[in-house]
């Protein structure tokens, strides 16, 4: 007979620790590649999880929680740290906690460890980076340490995994006696009003809260007494507990007394007391590794000079670098397409996979050599500390637009894509500075727009030179830049002090020191973030396309079918070899054309052209314009359909820069003139006709009314400013 | 009292206070700049407009305006 064992959940450990203290790198040795990548409740904070095995009779469940040096909080963002550590629904208690500590910045990180003891719940101490205390002239004693903190802590190398095994084996100890993992609070309120302050706090804490631990209550007591404040965005506090605190400081106030100095002063005051008692000081170097570095890389002019060209590589390899693999793609698309034709029969199902499904999931996938690079690079600068440094770099120039230091990064990115670029604002800690960011980045000269672009004034403008030096054709482009990044700027100054009007937040920025990446670590989060992407925002682009697919294909016209094969019959008949493929191929452009004209898309451009005829449109450029939702480049194939030229038409198509030129009104007059050309782009560079943009901001913001304010916001720009650009060109006598 | 607009690029100064709103001060505590701890003066670059300060062996950037809110000690100095 087999026993029936009950399954037992395995524990749970949280991993927690200051910023850029190595904690992913920590996160991953223990956990390997099962990881689980998600998002917390409420907020958008990636919250990374994994089953994993401390040894054969050991399974647990590890939570990485975001770096944080304090466990106070002002923002939802900033409160997960206490929810997941103390374990306050929503959230699940851990079993464990593991703070991943520097031990060459142990004075800092120390405040955080003595916050988590006070929570009550068992904790390890994993001193990282101990191979580097010799070149900082420092010496811990380890068993020292433990001793004056009440709980284990276990040396290691995150980097190279020296000490990984011993922590294994300390959670493995831990968690069958948590009592070893717990110490009493080290630090005492100094003052009877101090300890009546938390005890007045701790009586109103709510039920939930509590799980029946006396330091536990005193613990989230003091939390509350430092983080809650009338201008907070905390969730899940009652109104109740918030009087009850904004009282006491108001009363410690009349006192002449501040509550929060006088618990973080007791707090380091333990700190400052004990370390010497485990930290030996040789004589540390003259200049550390990290200020030589930051001589340069901070120098006034050379730091900044080679900040510009660090940017350059990154803008680079996004532009150019990507293009090999994004061909790559295509070519595998196009394969796909034509396996799916040579498979099926002709019909309704083998054009709805080839047009609606095929080009969706393309759509989706084209988009991942782009977001692998910048996340690469992201990874790169994060992982060694550069990203800080791009803030204090930068964050006098974005703060005259309202923008972070940090907008820097994803805002060049958004010159290659605005989708990479959007998932790029996560760099930001605050929710204000990362949707100003990406309200803004889709204003960007993406490469999208550049076929477009490419297409309008290679037909409709010469390819001359002003002053018989400067072509009129490469001044254009660039003004199109120029004109994209100033209205980028412009408009985030103007969001930026309306509808994104927060107040102005003091900038505390953390230089950590200089570290040598991870590649692993790296190559981890380039895939973590890429799959987010592609399980988050590629439905959506996906049910789009197989939308906009339906709307330029239907419905049927009853009779359209046999009379094309009719007049192929014809062609069969009167040609042979060379001429008959010309022909055939010249007679399913007409056909898919003919389709066209009758499909719903083209009756929506027909709708709308009274509104596209002020900016000097007509109907099929409409439908090009609609056509164009599912991604910028998508015009020029929509248009070699309209004109029956083939969808396979490309920006630098003969046939179709002639047939722009030659297309005239029914009255006779050319519908494109420079003045259209110039009001289309212009109209390009502000319509939001990307739905993979909006379909990745609805992602990053969870809501839509986000997407549906940039969308809004973004075409009612557009007309408004080709309106102006035609209008006006009209009254000066242009076109 | 004096400020870091009074400091020299590289000195030390002691400090005595911080001034604005609470989340501010809050953070910078919880830092370790509490009053009496020493603090250093790194650098100060004009293109990005801030301060970088060494505090309990840390650094700790501001920007020009928000620096201005920590007072030192007048007497302390390296």
Same mark, same amino acid.
Request: proline share 5%; net charge neutral; aromatic share 8%.
């Given at each position: 007979?087999?026993?029936?064992?009950?399954?037992?959940?395995?524990?749970?450990?949280?991993?927690?620790?200051?910023?850029?203290? +190595?904690?992913?790198?920590?996160?991953?040795?223990?956990?390997?590649?099962?990881?689980?990548? @998600?998002?917390?409740?409420?907020?958008?904070?990636?919250?990374?999880?994994?089953?994993?095995?401390?040894?054969?009779?050991?399974?647990?469940?590890?939570?990485?929680?975001?770096?944080?040096?304090?466990?106070?909080?002002?923002?939802?963002?900033?409160?997960?740290?206490?929810?997941?550590?103390?374990?306050?629904?929503?959230?699940?208690?851990?079993?464990?906690?593991?703070?991943?500590?520097?031990?060459?910045?142990?004075?800092?990180?120390?405040?955080?460890?003595?916050?988590?003891?006070?929570?009550?719940?068992?904790?390890?101490?994993?001193?990282?980076?101990?191979?580097?205390?010799?070149?900082?002239?420092?010496?811990?004693?380890?068993?020292?340490?433990?001793?004056?903190?009440?709980?284990?802590?276990?040396?290691?190398?995150?980097?190279? +995994?020296?000490?990984?095994?011993?922590?294994?084996?300390?959670?493995?100890?831990?968690?069958?006696?948590?009592?070893?993992?717990?110490?009493?609070?080290?630090?005492?309120?100094? +003052?009877?009003?101090?300890?009546?302050?938390?005890?007045?706090?701790?009586?109103?804490?709510?039920?939930?809260?509590?799980?029946?631990?006396?330091?536990?209550?005193?613990?989230?007591?003091?939390?509350?007494?430092?983080?809650?404040?009338?201008?907070?965005?905390?969730?899940?506090?009652?109104?109740?507990?918030?009087?009850?605190?904004?009282?006491?400081?108001?009363?410690?106030?009349?006192?002449?007394?501040?509550?929060?100095?006088?618990?973080?002063?007791?707090?380091?005051?333990?700190?400052?007391?004990?370390?010497?008692?485990?930290?030996?000081?040789?004589?540390?170097?003259?200049?550390?590794?990290?200020?030589?570095?930051?001589?340069?890389?901070?120098?006034?002019?050379?730091?900044?000079?080679?900040?510009?060209?660090?940017?350059?590589?990154?803008?680079?390899?996004?532009?150019?670098?990507?293009?090999?693999?994004?061909?790559?793609?295509?070519?595998?698309?196009?394969?796909?397409?034509?396996?799916?034709?040579?498979?099926?029969?002709?019909?309704?199902?083998?054009?709805?996979?080839?047009? +609606?499904?095929?080009?969706?999931?393309?759509?989706?996938?084209?988009?991942?050599?782009?977001?692998?690079?910048?996340?690469?690079?992201?990874?790169?600068?994060?992982?060694?500390?550069?990203?800080?440094?791009?803030?204090?770099?930068?964050?006098?120039?974005?703060?005259?637009?309202?923008?972070?230091?940090?907008?820097?990064?994803?805002?060049?990115?958004?010159?290659?894509?605005?989708?990479?670029?959007?998932?790029?604002?996560?760099?930001?800690?605050?929710?204000?500075?990362?949707?100003?960011?990406?309200?803004?980045?889709?204003?960007?000269?993406?490469?999208?727009?550049?076929?477009?672009?490419?297409?309008?004034?290679?037909?409709?403008?010469?390819?001359?030179?002003?002053?018989?030096?400067?072509?009129?054709?490469?001044?254009?482009?660039?003004?199109?830049?120029?004109?994209?990044?100033?209205?980028?700027?412009?408009?985030?100054?103007?969001?930026?002090?309306?509808?994104?009007?927060?107040?102005?937040?003091?900038?505390?920025?953390?230089?950590?020191?200089?570290?040598?990446?991870?590649?692993?670590?790296?190559?981890?989060?380039?895939?973590?973030?890429?799959?987010?992407?592609?399980?988050?925002?590629?439905?959506?682009?996906?049910?789009?396309?197989?939308?906009?697919?339906?709307?330029?294909?239907?419905?049927?016209?009853?009779?359209?079918?046999?009379?094309?094969?009719?007049?192929?019959?014809?062609?069969?008949?009167?040609?042979?070899?060379?001429?008959?493929?010309?022909?055939?191929?010249?007679?399913?452009?007409?056909?898919?054309?003919?389709?066209?004209?009758?499909?719903?898309?083209?009756?929506? @451009?027909?709708?709308?052209?009274?509104?596209?005829?002020?900016?000097?449109?007509?109907?099929?450029?409409?439908?090009?314009?609609?056509?164009?939702?599912?991604?910028?480049?998508?015009?020029?194939?929509?248009?070699?359909?309209?004109? @029956?030229?083939?969808?396979?038409?490309?920006?630098?198509?003969?046939?179709?820069?002639?047939?722009?030129?030659?297309?005239?009104?029914?009255?006779?007059?050319?519908?494109?003139?420079?003045?259209?050309?110039?009001?289309?782009?212009?109209?390009?560079?502000?319509?939001?006709?990307?739905?993979?943009?909006?379909?990745?901001?609805?992602?990053?913001?969870?809501?839509?009314?986000?997407?549906?304010?940039?969308?809004?916001?973004?075409?009612?720009?557009?007309?408004?400013?080709?309106?102006?650009?035609?209008?006006?060109?009209?009254?000066?006598?242009?076109? | 009292?004096?400020?870091?607009?009074?400091?020299?690029?590289?000195?030390?100064?002691?400090?005595?206070?911080?001034?604005?709103?609470?989340?501010?001060?809050?953070?910078?505590?919880?830092?370790?700049?509490?009053?009496?701890?020493?603090?250093?003066?790194?650098?100060?670059?004009?293109?990005?407009?801030?301060?970088?300060?060494?505090?309990?062996?840390?650094?700790?950037?501001?920007?020009?305006?928000?620096?201005?809110?920590?007072?030192?000690?007048?007497?302390?100095?390296?």
């Amino acid at each position: 007979m087999k026993l029936l064992q009950p399954t037992a959940t395995p524990p749970r450990v949280t991993l927690c620790g200051n910023p850029n203290t +190595g904690k992913t790198s920590i996160f991953n040795r223990l956990t390997g590649r099962n990881q689980k990548v @998600g998002n917390y409740p409420g907020v958008t904070v990636e919250k990374v999880e994994a089953q994993i095995e401390l040894d054969a009779q050991h399974p647990a469940v590890i939570c990485d929680v975001p770096g944080t040096c304090s466990l106070s909080a002002r923002s939802a963002e900033e409160q997960l740290a206490i929810l997941a550590i103390a374990g306050i629904p929503p959230l699940e208690p851990p079993d464990l906690t593991v703070v991943v500590v520097d031990a060459t910045q142990l004075a800092r990180n120390l405040y955080l460890v003595l916050q988590l003891i006070e929570t009550g719940g068992a904790a390890i101490v994993a001193l990282n980076m101990v191979d580097l205390l010799k070149r900082e002239g420092l010496e811990i004693d380890v068993a020292g340490m433990e001793r004056e903190l009440g709980i284990p802590v276990v040396p290691l190398c995150g980097l190279t +995994g020296d000490g990984i095994d011993d922590l294994r084996q300390r959670m493995i100890d831990v968690l069958e006696a948590p009592d070893t993992g717990r110490a009493t609070c080290r630090w005492s309120p100094g +003052g009877t009003a101090e300890r009546e302050d938390i005890d007045a706090i701790a009586a109103a804490l709510p039920e939930e809260w509590l799980r029946k631990s006396p330091a536990r209550k005193s613990a989230l007591a003091v939390w509350s007494l430092l983080s809650i404040s009338e201008d907070d965005e905390l969730e899940y506090v009652s109104p109740e507990l918030r009087r009850l605190v904004a009282e006491r400081h108001a009363d410690a106030e009349r006192q002449g007394r501040d509550i929060d100095r006088e618990i973080i002063a007791a707090r380091y005051g333990w700190i400052d007391s004990h370390l010497d008692g485990f930290v030996r000081r040789g004589s540390p170097p003259r200049k550390t590794f990290t200020e030589r570095i930051d001589a340069v890389l901070l120098h006034p002019w050379i730091g900044f000079a080679l900040f510009l060209l660090i940017m350059g590589v990154v803008f680079q390899a996004l532009f150019s670098w990507s293009v090999p693999a994004i061909e790559l793609v295509e070519t595998a698309v196009g394969k796909i397409v034509l396996g799916t034709r040579w498979l099926l029969p002709d019909g309704m199902l083998e054009e709805f996979l080839v047009g +609606g499904v095929v080009a969706g999931v393309g759509s989706v996938v084209v988009f991942l050599p782009q977001i692998l690079l910048l996340f690469f690079f992201i990874g790169l600068m994060e992982d060694t500390g550069y990203m800080q440094r791009v803030a204090f770099l930068m964050d006098r120039l974005m703060r005259a637009m309202g923008l972070h230091g940090r907008a820097f990064v994803p805002m060049l990115s958004g010159f290659a894509c605005a989708v990479p670029a959007v998932l790029a604002t996560r760099t930001m800690e605050r929710r204000r500075d990362r949707f100003l960011t990406i309200m803004v980045v889709p204003l960007m000269t993406c490469s999208a727009r550049l076929p477009v672009y490419t297409l309008v004034i290679g037909a409709l403008f010469p390819p001359s030179r002003v002053f018989g030096i400067l072509p009129v054709q490469g001044l254009l482009m660039l003004a199109m830049y120029a004109f994209s990044t100033a209205m980028a700027l412009l408009v985030a100054a103007v969001l930026g002090r309306t509808l994104l009007r927060g107040p102005s937040v003091p900038l505390i920025l953390e230089m950590p020191p200089y570290r040598r990446p991870h590649l692993r670590d790296v190559l981890r989060m380039m895939w973590q973030r890429s799959s987010l992407f592609l399980r988050e925002a590629g439905g959506i682009i996906l049910v789009c396309t197989i939308l906009l697919w339906g709307l330029l294909s239907f419905p049927k016209h009853p009779t359209l079918d046999t009379d094309y094969e009719a007049l192929r019959g014809g062609a069969r008949q009167e040609l042979t070899a060379e001429a008959l493929d010309t022909r055939l191929e010249r007679i399913d452009a007409e056909e898919e054309g003919a389709i066209f004209r009758h499909s719903y898309g083209a009756r929506m @451009g027909r709708l709308i052209e009274p509104l596209l005829e002020p900016l000097g449109f007509d109907w099929k450029i409409g439908v090009g314009i609609i056509g164009a939702f599912a991604a910028r480049e998508v015009f020029i194939s929509t248009m070699g359909v309209v004109y @029956g030229v083939g969808a396979d038409s490309d920006e630098a198509s003969v046939t179709l820069r002639e047939q722009i030129r030659d297309e005239t009104h029914e009255d006779g007059r050319p519908v494109y003139t420079p003045l259209v050309g110039l009001s289309l782009m212009v109209f390009f560079a502000f319509a939001c006709q990307c739905m993979s943009t909006l379909a990745v901001v609805r992602r990053e913001t969870r809501s839509w009314k986000w997407p549906v304010f940039l969308f809004t916001y973004m075409t009612a720009l557009a007309w408004v400013m080709s309106f102006a650009v035609y209008q006006g060109g009209k009254l000066l006598g242009f076109g | 009292m004096k400020t870091l607009k009074e400091m020299t690029v590289g000195s030390i100064a002691v400090l005595s206070g911080i001034g604005g709103e609470r989340a501010f001060r809050r953070r910078l505590m919880e830092m370790g700049l509490l009053p009496g701890t020493s603090v250093r003066l790194m650098r100060r670059v004009e293109i990005g407009g801030l301060v970088e300060l060494r505090v309990r062996g840390c650094s700790v950037s501001l920007r020009f305006r928000e620096a201005e809110r920590l007072h030192f000690a007048a007497d302390s100095h390296e």
